[in-house]
């Protein structure tokens, strides 16, 4: 099954790691073999990265688009054990994560990722 991406000027999106931008029309793709995409608006740049589930969100995204996911598994433990440890709270949504990737669900994982920056900042507002 075809996957439909409808684009607005100027939009971008990472298809296998490369990044593709739109011109200056509104666009349609039709993605028609399996690949690895995001969109540059689902990104969080490693210079925006200012909170640890913001930097874990950043190895999510490393390990969707990497064809050796090995390397950034073990940043995404180290990472989430650093959550872990500073806010216990957030322990299901790090476990949901963890769930996904051992599942190999890493757009799932990228999608559980932006769970915890909210659930971060909604500790962080509270306290």
């Known amino acids: 099954m075809a996957l439909r991406l409808d684009l ?3 939009e971008g999106f990472l298809i296998n790691g490369a990044l593709i931008r739109n011109g200056s029309r509104r666009s349609d793709f039709l993605i028609e073999t399996h690949c690895k995409f995001l969109r540059e608006s689902e990104v969080i740049k490693e210079s925006e990265a200012d909170t640890p589930a913001k930097m874990l969100c950043v190895t999510l995204q490393m390990l969707y688009l990497a ?8 940043l995404f433990a180290r990472q989430a054990t650093e ?31 932006r769970a915890l920056v909210t659930a971060e900042r909604s500790f962080a507002e509270a306290a």
């Open 83 to 113: 959550i872990m440890r500073a806010s216990p709270a957030l322990a299901p949504h790090l476990l949901a994560i963890h769930d996904a990737i051992a599942d190999r669900r890493y757009h799932g994982a990228i999608k559980l990722g």
């Open 8 to 10: 607005k000027p100027y």
């Open 67 to 74: 064809d050796d996911p090995a390397e950034a598994e073990d």
